[in-house]
């Protein structure tokens, strides 16, 4: 149980074109879902909260019109990268939090996707 | 920015041997938990940790919330070959919304046979 799948697991594309990444909560209705950047060799920085019907709340930093995130529905969100640079290549990891994420159950606290490498040429 | 001092960053050990690695915080955390990053992949939880001075056992890893709520320790005992990987500490700030996490720097653990 508490499945997060992530697409595409990794994607090169040309500078100034746009990137859509998924994630999807396979098993379970994730009514938050949180959007992760990570680069070689460092920790996770959360970039953008990601809650469904509403608006997304983004970290200090983050541009919400480079970076657009929709949550369209209780098991699907999707991160854009717009107009992409180099500087934007990245590993990209969503979490998904399901409601019941006090369960003691391992399989239903905060589950990660596999990740989207992403590279900008 | 990252408010989570995890140590020790790197560790190399023999198998069998047993691994502690710790967070700390000078900020106070009403939850804590810990993944494991294997290469090109996302972290997978290991343990979660809801209240301070809970222990926590998950297989050979335990892990305990501290009692001032400013840190927690990871340990694995009788490591393998398979504990390689690099292992994060998260933590929820008390004045963060739920569900929002901050993340240490990681422990790469390297077990050589």
């Known amino acids: 149980g508490a499945v997060v799948s992530q697409h595409p697991s990794w994607v090169i594309c040309k500078s100034g074109t746009s990137v859509k990444i998924e994630c999807r909560s396979l098993?379970?209705?994730?009514?938050?879902m949180f959007w992760y950047r990570q680069f070689p060799k460092q920790s996770l920085m959360l970039m953008a909260t990601?809650?469904?019907?509403?608006?997304?709340?983004?970290e200090q930093g983050v541009e919400k019109d480079k970076f657009l995130i929709n949550h369209a529905s209780l098991t699907l969100s999707t991160l854009t990268v717009t107009s992409a640079h180099p500087e934007d290549s990245s590993f990209y990891i969503c979490?998904?939090?399901?409601?019941?994420?006090?369960?003691?159950?391992?399989?239903?606290?905060?589950?990660f996707g596999s990740g989207t490498r992403l590279t900008v040429v | 920015g990252q408010q989570l001092n995890q140590s020790p960053q790197s560790m190399f050990i023999q198998e069998g041997e047993d691994v502690s690695m710790n967070c700390t915080s000078s900020?106070?955390?009403?939850?804590w938990l810990w993944y494991k990053q294997d290469p090109g992949e996302g972290p997978v939880l290991l343990i979660a940790l809801y209240k301070a001075g809970e222990l926590t056992s998950n297989g050979r890893l335990t892990a305990q919330f501290g009692i001032t709520r400013k840190d927690s320790f990871l340990n694995i005992s009788a490591s393998i070959p398979s504990d390689v990987g690099i292992y994060f500490c998260a933590g929820q700030l008390t004045t963060d919304s739920w569900g929002k996490f901050q993340f240490g720097a990681g422990t790469q653990v390297v077990v050589t046979p």
């Open positions: 098993d379970f209705q994730a009514t938050t």
């Open positions: 990601s809650n469904e019907g509403s608006k997304a709340t983004y």
């Open positions: 900020s106070i955390f009403n939850t």
């Open positions: 979490s998904a939090q399901a409601p019941d994420h006090r369960d003691r159950s391992l399989n239903y606290g905060y589950t």
